[in-house]
């Protein structure tokens, strides 16, 4: 039950904050936002001038990245827009905002990831360049994505599980970034530079990584690259490669989209269409096999074995760029943001949470993620969900008096697996709020358009200052609340909200609100929960069985990715061939991953090399400093830039769908880092199936033998010549290395 206003106002009273400053923006059950003071218990952070915010957090005070006692102005922001509001918290945010961001700018003019990670990340400086930097800091945002492009020409997968891309494929988020600097600058030799940049990458993941019989993306979910964070213990970063996730799809989809418009712009009709559509088709793949409509939002991603099923948990920014990028209709848009569960402290990165995994992307909270679900939610229309999603940026930057990396979705505490401060797509998120949610500024190709979002409990008359646009400088005031514009003037004249590319000199602009609530949208109010642990599955000839799981009150049994049966026992006959999997369900109803799927149908295992394996052994160039083990028949066969295409001839005995998959190891590497992932495209009697991925396996652990990515084939009875070959567009993000040792063909009826 939430506290009284009268009980608020008498425990307000201890420390420094200021009664005389009471005016309730936001409250939950776990902290208040009241007039220029977050309160969270014991705890309270106040902003004393609009350069000073002072704090009594002490929850861990030996954590290794420290607890701040108070934020003060460091550092000179006068050249950029300045704000001016009654809330001295919302002012001083703003500005330590605007403070960080000069910190964040390093000698060489590229933008700092945050305090304690150096460099230039893709996905990182991208989406913090989406959200504000492209304006606040195009050269900085310019020089950085150009650090992101290698010598051929294709944008830089960050390292992430298994090797980096293909098992990462989020680095095309690059594209939506790049295509914003040109929305704030309108440079079009820099459009020029990135169309060959996006086109070429985007051209490689449409044979790579596209899934033709659902239409979406593979690759792991975007920007959650630890893969016990967000997946079952049993998953592989092969298993990961398979994956068809909600915001990596939506990511490949804007791609494609901002693709299509620069085509436009430069005069290419013919591929404007093509990727315009290729566009529609990753968004109507996405509403068709992601949306749940018991729960009224997204799905996280489809896994599995060679069944993919749904994970139908909750990822808020999956869920956010649905709804930013018109990926989810107007009333799934609505459906989204009310349906989405929202924590006491804001919305997790994904909910339910995973038992038994430590809080960094599993339980917890990101601000820059945070920003988007707020921004989202003005454009929906809710409300108070774009209240709550603003008070949760603001809650931990008061508190920890800086701009933290992430925050422990129980507590609201920053001592998760890793942290910085001054983190710069959290800060990117800050000034976002203000700029693109309250004075709604939005830049299009050749203007920005206004669109205020103003909660009333944020009714103000505000005023930004020393906005630039080109040769334009705007100052610009917004007065009252509400989602509708009731007046809009530039010096004194009434027009439509928006200001062209080109204009010049000093712009007042002022945009009075209809002072008009929009029609309420739930926010669903949730406490933080978790699911049971995943069952753990045997499957011996025809029998099924499983370990109990605490609590669970029934058993669901799939095959094939079906569900087939519901069942209180820890058995289950199995006589019918298939993929086999399990899921517990807890006294809420609540379902567990999947377990680990496994197969009775036939199956053949052709062992390489073979009698009629073709593959010239002069070129092997691998020499293991003690023998390899653990491979099935004679040996292995090597494969790297240095040999042929391997033919394995296959004869299937039926004609049907068939799986094919590889036995392998790749010890170039960890599971978790760099970036020498084998990719080999196969193809059947010469025509081209798709790529498969072999991931990192280990540093050096060339006897740790596991499956590739699986691709699905229809053959008809008979022999069949298998070939796996490297082809261009099979070049991984370090290009030197693209090796793995491969022992077997796996050859499963579907």
Known sequence: MRLHTTILFTIALSGFFNPASSQIIVQTDAYRWVGDTIIQGEYRAEALTPHLIKSTYHARP?????????????????????????????????????????NAVEPDTTLRTGAAWGGVWTRDVSYSIILSMAYMQPEASRISLMKKVDFKGRIIQDTGSGGAWPVSTDRVIWAVAAYEVYKATGDKQWLEYIYNVIKTTLDADLQVIHDPNTGLVKGETSFIDWREQSHPRWM??????????????AVHCRAMHVLAEIAGQLGHKK??????????????????????????????????GDNLIVNPRAETLGESLAILWDI??????????????????????????????PSYHNNALWPWVASYWALANAKAGNEQGALEAFGSVIRPAALFCTNKENFILDNGDISTELNSSNMLWCLAGNIALTHKMLFGINFEKDAITFAPFVPEALNDNRTLRNFKYGDAVLNITVKGFGTKIKSFKINGKEQQPLIKRGSRGNL???IEMDNLKPQAIQVNHAANKKTLTTPITRLDENTLSWNPIYDATKYIV???????????????DASIPGEYQVIAIGPD???????????????????LPGANTTINSTEIRYRPDSPVSGFTGT?????????????IPVTVPASGNYVLKLRYANGNGSVYTENSAAVRTLSVDGSRVGSIVMPHRGEGKWNEWGYSSALSTPLEKGTHMITLSLEPENENMNIKTNHALIDALIVIAQ
């Open 62 to 102: 030996g954590y290794y990245m420290g607890i701040l006692p108070e934020w003060k102005l460091k550092n000179d922001i006068s050249n950029y827009p300045q704000l001016e509001t009654s809330n001295k918290l919302h002012q001083a945010i703003y500005n330590m905002g605007l403070d960080e961001m000069v």
């Open 236 to 249: 592989q970063c092969a298993d990961i490669a398979s994956t068809q996730t909600l915001s990596t799809s």
């Open 271 to 304: 591929e404007a269409e093509k990727y315009q559509t290729i566009s529609d088709n990753i968004a109507y793949a996405i509403n068709r096999h992601l949306w749940m409509d018991d729960k009224g939002y997204y799905a996280m991603y489809l896994y599995g």
């Open 328 to 357: 989810a209709p107007h009333d799934r848009a609505e459906a989204i943001t009310a349906n989405n569960p929202t924590t006491p402290f804001g919305v997790a990165i994904f909910y339910p949470q995973i038992p038994d995994v």
């Open 508 to 510: 007042n602009v002022e």
């Open 558 to 572: 799939l095959r094939n990715g079906q569900s087939v049966d519901t069942v209180t026992t820890i058995t289950y």
């Open 589 to 607: 109803n609540t379902e567990t991953f999947a377990s680990q799927p496994y197969s009775n149908r036939p199956r053949q295992v052709i062992e």
């Open 635 to 647: 040996g292995f066969v090597e494969t790297d830039h240095s040999t042929p295409a391997i033919s």
